[in-house]
């Protein structure tokens, strides 16, 4: 599990923990939060995405400030593992990273992304965290049209909720899948993740 790899990272490498962090990349800028499961991967997939200028990864939606990889991989914050994506909305809206974000994560499983598995309200789960009611609605109409398409039978589970604190992560989960490439790689091939993807989405995984 991701756990024990990050553990390992841990006890490798000076840790930096930071408070909450909402960072304007530019004027006209804009900040969407998902979670998706295991945020090395979240936070890979996204900033694949053109328009897109920086994902963090963090923990949003829990009861305890400054949270620690520790405490929330220990089940003991409720937080999720999100990312933070801030973007550029004349190249990519808010809109198409919602569209884009449901072919990214299992949206048929709660509490639980893939290999990794939280128990309830556990931080692997897959979530929405909007910042304006504007970001709400988009979501909301995303959500239905992908009711209206889905291939599979299963119903979706992935819930739309207001964004509340989000604290950045230890310095080292930031850009994992750069900086440890190998163990990335079988870290996510191990964990099904892209085989999953493909058995809901078809061609659509992961675009």
């Known amino acids: 599990?991701?756990?024990?790899?990050?553990?390992?990272?841990?006890?490798?490498?000076?840790?930096?923990?930071?408070?909450?962090?909402?960072?304007?990349?530019?004027?006209?800028?804009?900040?969407?939060?998902?979670?998706?499961?295991c945020f090395w991967c979240t936070e890979h997939d996204f900033e694949e995405i053109p328009g897109v200028l920086r994902v963090t990864s963090g923990y949003i939606g829990g009861h305890v400030a400054n949270p620690t990889y520790e405490q929330v991989a220990g089940h003991h914050t409720g937080?999720?593992?999100?990312?933070?994506?801030?973007?550029?909305p004349k190249r990519v809206t808010y809109r198409q990273l919602v569209d884009r974000f449901w072919?990214?994560?299992?949206?048929?499983?709660?509490?639980?992304?893939?290999?990794?598995?939280?128990?309830?309200?556990?931080?692997?789960?897959?979530?929405?965290?909007?910042?304006?009611?504007?970001?709400k609605r988009d979501a909301e109409a995303s959500l239905q049209e992908v009711e209206k398409t889905k291939a599979f039978s299963e119903p979706i589970v992935t819930k739309i909720t207001p964004a509340t604190t989000f604290y950045r992560a230890e310095e080292y989960h930031q850009d994992y899948w750069k900086k440890n490439q190998i163990h990335y790689k079988m870290y996510r091939a191990g964990c099904g993740r892209d085989r999953r993807l493909a058995q809901l989405w078809g061609a659509a995984a992961g675009k």
């Open 103 to 135: 072919h990214l994560v299992d949206p048929t499983t709660a509490d639980r992304q893939f290999c990794d598995w939280g128990g309830v309200g556990g931080p692997y789960r897959s979530e929405i965290f909007y910042l304006t009611n504007a970001q």
């Open 1 to 37: 599990m991701k756990g024990s790899f990050a553990l390992a990272a841990l006890l490798l490498g000076a840790v930096v923990s930071v408070g909450p962090q909402i960072v304007a990349e530019q004027a006209g800028s804009e900040t969407a939060i998902f979670a998706g499961g």
């Open 79 to 88: 937080h999720a593992e999100a990312v933070e994506v801030v973007f550029d």
